[in-house]
Structures are given as C-alpha cells and as structure tokens.
C-alpha cells in the first residue's frame, strides 16, 4: 500500500486540550474557585452549587433578634452552621458520580481512539518509511544502472579514443620517418648540381639533367613542406586529442567514485554498523547538477572525442594520401632524372669518340702533311742544282767572242729553263708554305680536340659520378614511412 502526502489529523489533534489529562474536578464549593468539568465531546456543565437545608434571610443591621422565616427549629450548635451550608445532597452526590463516571468513560474512549490511531498512525509512518526507503534504494539502484551506463561508454569512447591516438602517433612518426628520408635524396640531387657545376667549356650547359634535377630538388622540397605541414596539424590533432582523453578519464573517474559511493550507499541497510546521525545534512545541498545537464556532461564529453577521433581519421588519410602521392611523385622524378642521365652520358660518350676518331685522323693527316712537308724541301733543294748549272751554263755563253752571241736555240732553252725551274721553285716554296701552314691548323685542331675529349671526359666522369651516386635512393616502403 503506497500512502502519498500525509496521513489525516485523528481526532485527537487540534487546539482543545488533551484528554489523556483532563483537568481535574475542584473540591472548593466557594463561587470563586468552584469551575465545572470540560471533556471532548460534552457540553459546558452549568455551575451548580448545593442547595442549602435552610434558607438564609438577611437580618437588618442593628437589630438582635433572630429571624426565622421557615419556622424550623435552630441547629443545636450555632458554631457549626457554617459546616452544615458546605454540605452536599444526595441528588449532587448521585450527580457528582454520574459526571464522574461520564468524564472516565470518555477519558477511556478519548485514549482508546488514541491508541487505535496511534496504532494506525505506527503502521502508516512505518509503511510509509519503508516504502521511501525503498524508493531510495530503488532510485540508487537506477542511478547505480545509468552510471554504469555511462561508464561502458566511457571506457568504450576511452579505448577507441587510446587506439586512433596510437594510430595518429604512428602516422605522425611515419610522416617525420619519410621527410628524414627524403633528405638524403635531396642531398645527392643538391650534390650533383653542385658537380656539374665542375663542367668545362661547352659542356656547361643547361641540359635537360640540370633542368631534371632542379626539379628534382623543388620537388623533394615541396614533399617535404607537406608532409611537415601534416605532421603539424597531426601534432595540434593529437593536444585535442589528449585534452578528450584527460575529459574523459576525469569524468571516468568521477563514475567510478560515484558508482563505488552509491553501490555503497545502497548495499546500508538498517543493522549496518557504518549509519549514524547527520543533524542538519539533509538542508546543505552540495549539488552542481541536475540529471539532465550531468547525462549531457559526459554525452558531450564522448561527443568531443568522436570528433575528435573522426578528424584523426581524416587526417591520417590525409597522412596517407600524401605519403603515397609524395614516394610517386619522387620516385618518377628520380626515374626521369636518371634517363636524362643515361642520355646524356650517351651523348657525351658519342661526342668523346667522335672526337677521338677525329683526332686520329687529325694525327695521321699531321704525319702526312709533315712527310709532304718533307717531300717538298727535298724537291726544292733538288732543283737548286739543275737552276745552278742552267745559270752557270748562260753565264758562260755570255763570255762568247763577237757574233759568236749567237741567240740560237740552246740559248732560248736555257733561258726557258732557268725560268721554268725558278717557276718550279716559287711554285714548291709555296707550297711548302701551305703545308707548314696547313700543319699549323692540323697542329691547332689536334689541340682543340685534345681539349674537347679532356672536357667531355671530364663530363662523362662528373655525370657518371653523379649516377653513381644516385644509385642509391630509399625504396617505397621508406618513402611512405615504414622501417
């Protein structure tokens, strides 16, 4: 039986005085103290006083005559008149009985109705306590459920929250892992500009492997710009991260002492010896929420760290995303760097035999021309004699006699060939001019290609140096951060 609100005031309760203690009946028969009874339930007995066995007549001041107007005989003892006006009937005896019997029984009626209510009244608080204690241990026993609630899912948001925290870290140690690798590689590439730097002459142009490679470089350094860029916004992740995970293992916390404080609180029962009085306790109310806003606390503390999971997610996809695309992207830089390597080291392999070639046959046209040169001083000195004895030869038949100056045949001949042999001679010496210069310009060519194989040689060592070095370059799982 559930009792709400309070029980009826019995019968008994009011402002008119108790009947367990009725005021007791006066003794004195003076008008000034005589009062009549009062009991619950009666009417106000009248006043009454005794009649008297004698009628008492005013005598007249002055006069010493007795008066008797009813004719009876006087008390023989005057001295005890006095006594005989405070003497009761048998009519105000019976009567005194009969309102004494009258105020018992009510007095009995009065306490039994008290009692039976009384009786009533122990069952009902006692009911009534029992069923609020009940309530109580209900209303713990519920609270008791939802935090348990509340901790499951806390403890659920904590664990999810702790693992994709872990995963954050190692995406992050992944992210730092890959822009570490990627400085070696960025190294060589600044390295090898550095030696092509080294180039000579001609072969200090600006090829498509200087081009490749300063591309190379801006590319390393962009992938390393982004994935430092998410490193960071992984670092800023994980503080929001952490400040969820103190909110919920605080409030986590919280539950356990509450659920450990109310599992206590409802395991008290009437014979624990831990209850006592706490006077005053039940006005201080030390509560800084309501039902609702504390369901909302912790519901909003999960929701911050679902959002915070969820931006952990998409930053480690992020993470990814840039690991993969960043290795792709090197690695086909790094693939098109090392063909325009391979062709240019070809190419200045081609032009190196070329030259090679060429000067061989720089050389062997430099030994000819020198052995023409030779030819040609011996032919000019060979024909110095025949010019010596066609002068000699004219010079003598110039000391002819007289008409003997004959210009007769041998002396056109002869002056035909002194002349032809010094045509011949001006003809061998310029060409023995053109020979030495021609070994001149054969002389100077062999020396520019000498140059020119020592310049490509020197490129050809620079570029295979720098593809040696190049063969070394982080495979892919390293470029996206795993060991």
């Keep these: 039986m559930e009792f709400l609100g309070t029980t009826q005031l019995a019968s008994y309760c009011g402002t008119k005085n108790s009947c367990l203690f009725p005021d007791l009946a006066p003794t004195s028969t003076t008008k000034d103290t005589y009062q009549s009874y009062y009991l619950p339930g009666y009417c106000h007995l009248s006043s009454w006083r005794p009649s008297l066995l004698h009628r008492v007549v005013s005598v007249p001041p002055g006069s010493n005559k007795q008066f008797n107007p009813t004719g009876r005989p006087p008390t023989v003892l005057p001295a005890l008149r006095s006594a005989l006006h405070a003497r009761y009937s048998t009519r105000d ?38 069923q609020m204690q009940e309530d109580s241990r209900r209303n713990l026993g519920e609270r008791i459920s939802s935090i348990d609630f509340w901790r499951s899912e806390l403890t659920y948001e904590l664990e999810c929250l ?7 870290e190692t995406a992050k140690n992944r992210l730092e892992c890959a822009v570490d690798e990627m400085q070696g590689p960025l190294k060589i590439a600044l390295e090898c500009l550095y030696h092509r730097e080294k180039r000579k002459g001609i072969d200090l142009v600006h090829d498509d492997v200087e081009k490749n490679l300063m591309k190379e470089v801006d590319v390393f350094k962009d992938c390393q710009e982004i994935l430092t860029k998410i490193a960071q916004k992984i670092s800023q992740q994980l503080g929001i991260m952490r400040d969820a995970q103190h909110a919920l293992e605080q409030d986590l916390s919280d539950k356990n002492s509450a659920h450990f404080i109310d599992e206590k609180c409802f395991n008290l029962r009437n ?34 760290s679902q959002h915070a999971r969820a931006n952990s997610v998409k930053l480690r996809e992020d993470a990814e995303v840039g690991l993969e695309s960043t290795s792709e992207e090197m690695w086909n830089h790094f693939i098109s760097t090392n063909l325009a390597f ?32 030779l030819l040609l001083e011996r032919s000019i000195k060979a024909k110095e004699y025949p010019l010596k004895v066609a002068q000699t030869r004219l010079e003598g038949r110039t000391r002819r006699p007289n008409v003997e100056l004959c210009r007769d045949a041998p002396q056109f001949q002869l002056v035909t060939e002194v002349y032809t042999i010094d045509n011949t001679l001006q003809t061998l010496k310029q060409r023995l001019k053109e020979a030495h210069d021609t070994l001149q310009m054969l002389i100077l060519n062999k020396s520019k290609l000498e140059h020119e194989i020592s310049v490509k040689a020197n490129s050809f060592f620079i570029d295979k140096k720098c593809m040696d070095m190049r063969k070394v370059f982080p495979s892919t799982p390293r470029l996206i951060g795993n060991t």
């Design 342 to 373: 391979n062709n240019r080291i070809a190419e200045v392999a081609d032009a190196k035999n070329k030259l090679q070639a060429q000067l061989a046959k720089i050389l062997q046209e430099i030994f000819q021309t020198e052995d023409t040169i």
């Design 271 to 304: 014979t624990s010896d831990s209850i006592s009085f706490y006077h005053g306790v039940e006005k201080a109310d030390g509560s800084v929420s309501v039902p609702a806003t504390w369901a909302k606390f912790s519901e909003h503390n999960i929701r911050c």
């Design 93 to 130: 005896w019976h009567q005194e009985n009969m309102v004494q019997l009258k105020g018992s029984e009510a007095s009995r009626c009065c306490a039994g109705r008290l009692n039976a209510d009384s009786m009533r009244l122990i069952q009902d608080k006692d009911q009534l306590t029992y």
């Design 162 to 168: 702790l693992k994709e925290t872990q995963a954050l």
